[in-house]
């Protein structure tokens, strides 16, 4: 079957760190990959997604970037964090052509 | 890109009641509609989704209905539970992704 791994699920970070935040996928090949952000008591918004290794769609202009290193890998990073970075990070998968996606458990990010 | 929103922000109900959670999108074109469910701190579970050539579509406990004249879009639950309190998100499909709303905060009493 398939699982999604996500971690931290939280983290406190200066303003002005790096950040990283890595998720992977086992038991499926190919997938669609998304990382999203939820402000609190907000809804989902896209952030990137990728279709491949290597191809990032990102669908919002900000402090944040993304990339797959591998088939079943996806990392969010940014070079500076911003307050405004803070929030629920969530990343999720789909299979190539599928449409339902499948969430990890997140990471709360608080930018102090 | 495309707007997906929900009529109320939150909705409390007895529980045995139904519960009927609404949707509206503003994209005629889209072709597939999902529901999700989100305890919190958890990550979203999907409840049920629908295409654009159905216009209801049945699970366990769940019926999602779709009005594609007015693009609107619900969630209904029988017989709420307890265990049904949680945020739920309405979403459709922009190329390949999908498109949330804000979401509805359900809470059940007993």
């Known amino acids: 079957s398939q699982t999604i791994h996500q971690w931290p699920a939280t983290l406190v970070q200066p303003v002005g760190s790096p950040l990283s935040l890595e998720c992977t996928v086992e038991?499926?090949?190919?997938?669609?990959l998304y990382w999203y952000r939820q402000a609190a008591g907000r809804g989902l918004q896209l952030l990137f997604y990728s279709v491949g290794i290597g191809q990032i769609s990102s669908e919002v202009p900000q402090n944040l970037s993304a990339s797959r290193p591998q088939d079943r890998q996806f990392i969010l990073s940014s070079k500076k964090l911003l307050l405004s970075d803070s929030g629920f990070y969530l990343c999720?998968?789909?299979?190539?052509?599928?449409?339902?996606?499948?969430f990890g458990s997140g990471t709360q990010l608080s930018v102090l | 890109g495309e707007s997906v929103g929900l009529h109320l922000p939150t909705l409390s109900v007895q529980e045995g009641d139904n519960s009927i959670i609404n949707c509206a999108y503003s994209n005629s074109a889209s072709d597939y509609f999902i529901w999700y469910k989100q305890e919190s701190g958890k990550g979203p579970q999907f409840i049920i989704d629908i295409r654009s050539n159905m216009d209801k579509r049945q699970g366990q406990r769940v019926t999602v209905l779709l009005n594609k004249t007015v693009k609107h879009l619900s969630l209904q639950i029988a017989a709420t539970q307890p265990g049904d309190s949680a945020v739920y998100f309405c979403?459709?499909?922009?190329?390949?992704?999908?498109?949330f709303g804000k979401g509805t905060t359900l809470s059940v009493s007993s």
């Open positions: 038991g499926t090949s190919n997938p669609n």
């Open positions: 999720a998968w789909s299979s190539a052509g599928g449409e339902k996606l499948f």
């Open positions: 979403a459709d499909r922009f190329g390949a992704a999908l498109i």
